[in-house]
């Protein structure tokens, strides 16, 4: 991949602000990053904790640190200069009431110029408390938004009528400015998903955790001592993932040469050597870029084989990168499904846009077809050839049953290629989940369903499909 084409995102491009640990708003962030930062499938009772990663918001609602280290995303995405917590009356310190005056690094809209990514607080008329929730997609009576929502729910969906928010004295802003879109997202690894063997004990100022905090740091690193290989340090990237390159800044990297390999896998067991002891260049303290084709994996590991002055690996900062990709625009009439799709449910309903109905109480609009024998299958059209990265699938019924199904691709609507066999959806969440693959040409796309663990329905709420091309 072309490093002209990827400009250094993600933690180490904060921007602190006061005292505030991370999470400012970053003038450089894209729409892209924004999308991938999404909540991932997850759903209810769940927030994103800046640098603690995704957490089950009863444990954060007991944790001394509720309020300080809530939703870097917002503050990243939306442009608040300060974390912005989910209880947001007027005791909190970081309130909607308080932020309510005047938001920096924002232009104030209306309500009617509402698009994605803009973003909305209320305070109730008796300034009891306040909200704030951020716009997914909007119709000409409702919003759909993503909202930290009481102590009981954390982030979910919900979908918000116009004339409510009107009620509730709401305001609306978009940011003042958006990044460039890039090649490339650098891919934020939580502290706890690092994890190492032979590291040196005894230096609390040697960690795993030092390694991804976007620091380069002399001080604070991770390091094991040997040259036989049985030292390594492991990044769990949460799901499967294209990842495109790493970048690696070495202890005395000026100094001296590492010696290394990089190794991936989609389910730590069976891993793929992607470097084979390739050495660092031994000129510079800074991030070096260790580039490779690109392949699907979910744990990246780096086994160390000492350096040309001794039998030190040590490793100051790590960074993964992922293919930046973007959704493509499928209209209905270039969706296509297997003869037995029922025709109160057509293919077209999976591109509709719409993960709830656009109006409470309207009847919920998905593709389905009945059948687990693998002859049921819904089929998009991207109009061209293009690199497809991975897709987002909703499923109906999502939180009470798995979905089993397989993705193929094709480049004609001839000859097909398995990308994904036999997977299950997560059962736990009616959001989309996101499956990812080695990036692919391809110009159709089709899912066959094999039925649900409750029975033989294929249903298919929502679909799509992104890629790295236009």
């Not at 050495?279 to 260790?290: A, C, D, K, R």
Request: include cysteine.
């Amino acid at each position: 991949m072309s490093q002209k084409l990827l400009a250094i995102l993600g933690a180490s491009a904060l921007l602190a602000l006061g005292n505030s640990a991370a999470g400012a708003y970053d003038p450089n962030y894209t729409k892209a990053q924004c999308d991938a930062y999404t909540f991932h499938g997850l759903g209810e009772r769940y927030v994103f904790g800046g640098s603690i990663g995704w957490i089950d918001n009863d444990v954060w609602d007991a944790s001394s640190t509720e309020g300080t280290d809530c939703s870097d995303f917002v503050a990243r995405c939306l442009a608040l200069p300060q974390y912005t917590a989910e209880h947001t009356n007027t005791g909190h310190p970081y309130g909607t009431v308080h932020l309510y005056p005047g938001i920096a690094n924002t232009v104030r809209i209306d309500q009617a110029s509402l698009s994605t990514w803009d973003f909305w607080v209320y305070r109730y008329a008796d300034d009891s408390g306040g909200h704030t929730g951020f716009c997914m997609t909007s119709t000409p009576s409702n919003v759909y938004t993503r909202e930290a929502h009481g102590s009981d729910y954390g982030v979910e969906m919900v979908v918000r009528s116009k004339a409510s928010l009107t009620d509730m004295t709401a305001r609306y802003y978009k940011r003042a400015s958006w990044g460039a879109s890039t090649g490339g997202v650098h891919y934020p690894v939580h502290a706890n998903n690092v994890t190492a063997n032979g590291t040196y004990v005894g230096d609390p100022n040697v960690h795993v955790k030092f390694t991804r905090d976007g620091k380069i740091s002399s001080t604070q690193y991770w390091t094991g001592q040997g040259r036989d290989g049985t030292d390594w340090i492991k990044y769990d990237l949460g799901s499967v993932k294209s990842l495109a390159f790493v970048k690696l800044a070495w202890i005395q990297g000026n100094a001296r040469i590492e010696t290394y390999s990089i190794d991936v896998s989609r389910d730590n067991t069976t891993w793929t050597n992607v470097l084979n002891r390739v050495q660092s260049s031994g000129t510079t303290l800074q991030l070096e870029t260790v580039d490779f084709p690109d392949v699907a994996a979910r744990y990246v590991r780096i086994t160390g084989y000492g350096n040309n002055l001794n039998d030190w690996n040590s490793l100051a900062e790590a960074q993964m990168w992922v293919d930046a990709a973007a959704k493509a625009s499928i209209p209905a009439a270039q969706v296509t499904a297997s003869a037995g799709t029922d025709p109160a449910s057509p293919a077209s309903y999976a591109v509709d846009g719409k993960l709830l109905p656009v109006n409470p109480g309207d009847p919920l609009q998905y593709w389905a077809a009945l059948g687990n024998d693998g002859s049921q299958w819904i089929k998009f059209d991207l109009g061209s050839t293009k690199t497809v990265a991975f897709v987002k699938l909703a499923w109906h019924q999502g939180d009470l049953r798995k979905e089993t199904f397989s993705l193929a691709v094709s480049t004609d609507n001839v000859t097909w290629t398995t990308v994904l066999d036999h997977v299950q959806s997560c059962g736990n969440s009616l959001e989309f989940e996101t499956w990812e693959f080695a990036n692919v040409s391809a110009r159709y796309v089709r899912v066959t369903g094999y039925g649900n663990t409750v029975n033989a329905w294929n249903s298919l709420n929502e679909a799509q499909v992104w890629t790295t091309t236009p």
